[in-house]
Structure formats: structure tokens, C-alpha cells
């Protein structure tokens, strides 16, 4: 079965840090571009950030730059996205999907539709 299975995600204060992963199973994640995008109740999809399948670009957007980071682990076909200095508008479910088309990270933020695989989604919950 070929899916992405994100973890991590829980319950933390203002300030605070997650990890979460981006897990696959029955593909190999080295061939495909991944972005992590979040959505809050009532609102629109948001890009959080991309890597490209070298590991040796990477993308953000503007609200989380300087405070998230992307990485990915070949040995673990797992990404990574570090959250640290969270703050309340953090808040949302966070999902991880996976893009063969491209190796960088060009139009991440905006051709949703070519991504070939998509997680169920992990919930971040930033509150005191």
C-alpha cells in the first residue's frame, strides 16, 4: 500500500517545539519533492515549506521562516519538519504530500494537484 503517515503532532505552549515526520511506506521518498502544508478550521490551505529531492533545497512560507526547518532522513525514507517558537496561529492540521514531477521545489506552493500522494494529516495544537 502506498501512503504517507504523518506523526508527531500534539499539544504544546506558546514557545514550544515539534517534531513532526512524514513517513512512507511501499515508495521510496528520495524520488519525490516533499511540502508540508497546514490548515486551520476556516481557512485556506497553507504552504509550510518544501525540500527538494536532493535534500539541498528548501522552501518556507513567509509565517513560519526562521522558526520551521525541513529536513530528510534517506535511511528513514522520512522528512522531517522542526517547529520551534510556536506560536497560537500555528494552530492547525499539518499534512505532508509527495511530488515525482519535480526535483526542486519550483511552484510547490501552488500546483497542489500534481502532488501524487498525500498524508491523513496530523493535529498541532498551540495553546497556554
Known amino acids: 500500500q502506498l501512503q504517507l503517515v504523518e506523526s508527531g503532532g500534539d499539544l504544546v505552549q506558546p514557545g514550544g517545539s515539534l517534531r513532526l515526520s512524514c513517513a512512507a511506506s511501499?515508495?521510496?521518498?528520495?524520488?519525490?519533492?516533499i511540502g508540508w502544508f497546514r490548515q486551520a478550521p476556516g481557512k485556506e490551505r497553507e504552504g509550510v515549506s518544501c525540500?527538494?529531492?536532493?535534500?539541498?533545497?528548501?522552501k518556507y512560507g513567509d509565517s513560519v521562516k526562521g522558526r520551521f526547518t525541513i529536513s530528510r532522513d534517506s535511511a528513514k525514507n522520512t522528512v522531517y519538519l522542526q517547529m520551534n517558537n510556536l506560536k497560537s496561529e500555528d494552530t492547525a492540521v499539518y499534512y505532508c504530500?509527495?511530488?515525482?514531477?519535480?526535483?526542486?521545489?519550483?511552484?510547490?506552493?501552488?500546483?497542489?494537484?500534481?502532488?501524487?500522494?498525500w498524508g491523513q494529516g496530523t493535529q498541532v495544537t498551540v495553546s497556554s
Open positions: 504530500a509527495a511530488r515525482a514531477r519535480y526535483s526542486s521545489c519550483v511552484d510547490w506552493n501552488v500546483r497542489l494537484h500534481i502532488y501524487d500522494y
Open positions: 511501499g515508495f521510496l521518498l528520495d524520488y519525490y519533492t
Open positions: 525540500i527538494s529531492t536532493s535534500g539541498d533545497r528548501t
